[in-house]
């Protein structure tokens, strides 16, 4: 698990008229990481970056374990509904034109291969999004915060590129720079 804590307090802006709180803190946790990876997974055995969590991997919790879940790349309706977390820090996005579907971001792809992230994302009510990070210099998080050693947890084997998953890079000494490979 994570090897700090979070020291300061977050003060938040606060409505003049009402004294509403408007912005708040979304932090990336345990359960985000948890949904990356299944969308990951998901997106990686699907072969295309496009993924719509509640036709193609919602399913109910009692019938697999939860680790076993993940590992197959499928969401619990709970988990479906808290796919807002990882949106607000940049992991996944929505597709507008397909009603639904999300795509794992190259941002999300270089998390899960262990890129560090500010942990602290402020949200904006009156916005309706991300509006930055609190303390982003000091509350970094990558992958391994996440992982105990007993997941069996080896990452990604793809990249994102133009919307594409690039699943193997191979040099070859006749200057062949990219492979892409589709992974049906």
């Given at each position: 698990?994570?090897?700090f804590r979070k020291?300061?307090?977050?003060?938040?802006?606060?409505?003049?008229?009402?004294a509403q709180?408007?912005?708040?803190l979304?932090?990336?946790?345990k359960g985000c990481?948890?949904?990356?990876?299944?969308i990951?997974?998901a997106?990686?055995k699907k072969?295309?970056?496009a993924?719509h969590p509640r036709?193609?991997m919602?399913?109910?919790s009692?019938?697999?374990d939860?680790?076993?879940m993940i590992?197959e790349?499928h969401?619990?309706?709970n988990?479906?509904?808290?796919?807002s977390?990882p949106?607000f820090h940049?992991?996944?996005a929505?597709?507008?034109?397909?009603?639904?579907?999300y795509c794992?971001?190259?941002k999300g792809a270089?998390?899960?291969?262990?890129?560090?992230?500010?942990?602290y994302?402020?949200?904006s009510?009156?916005?309706?999004g991300?509006?930055?990070?609190?303390?982003?210099?000091?509350y970094q998080?990558?992958?391994?915060d996440?992982?105990?050693?007993?997941d069996?947890w080896?990452?990604?084997?793809?990249?994102?590129?133009?919307?594409k998953?690039v699943i193997?890079i191979?040099?070859?000494?006749?200057?062949?720079?990219?492979?892409?490979?589709?992974?049906q």
């Amino acid at each position: 698990m994570s090897s700090f804590r979070k020291q300061e307090q977050y003060d938040p802006e606060v409505c003049d008229h009402c004294a509403q709180q408007i912005t708040y803190l979304i932090p990336i946790d345990k359960g985000c990481v948890e949904i990356l990876k299944a969308i990951a997974v998901a997106i990686r055995k699907k072969g295309i970056n496009a993924i719509h969590p509640r036709k193609e991997m919602e399913i109910d919790s009692k019938k697999i374990d939860h680790f076993t879940m993940i590992a197959e790349g499928h969401l619990t309706s709970n988990m479906v509904g808290n796919l807002s977390r990882p949106r607000f820090h940049g992991l996944i996005a929505r597709i507008r034109a397909q009603t639904g579907n999300y795509c794992l971001t190259r941002k999300g792809a270089k998390f899960l291969k262990g890129e560090s992230y500010p942990r602290y994302a402020i949200i904006s009510k009156r916005l309706g999004g991300n509006i930055g990070y609190w303390m982003s210099e000091k509350y970094q998080v990558n992958i391994k915060d996440f992982t105990s050693d007993e997941d069996l947890w080896e990452g990604i084997d793809f990249d994102i590129v133009e919307g594409k998953i690039v699943i193997d890079i191979v040099k070859d000494p006749k200057g062949q720079k990219q492979l892409f490979i589709n992974p049906q």
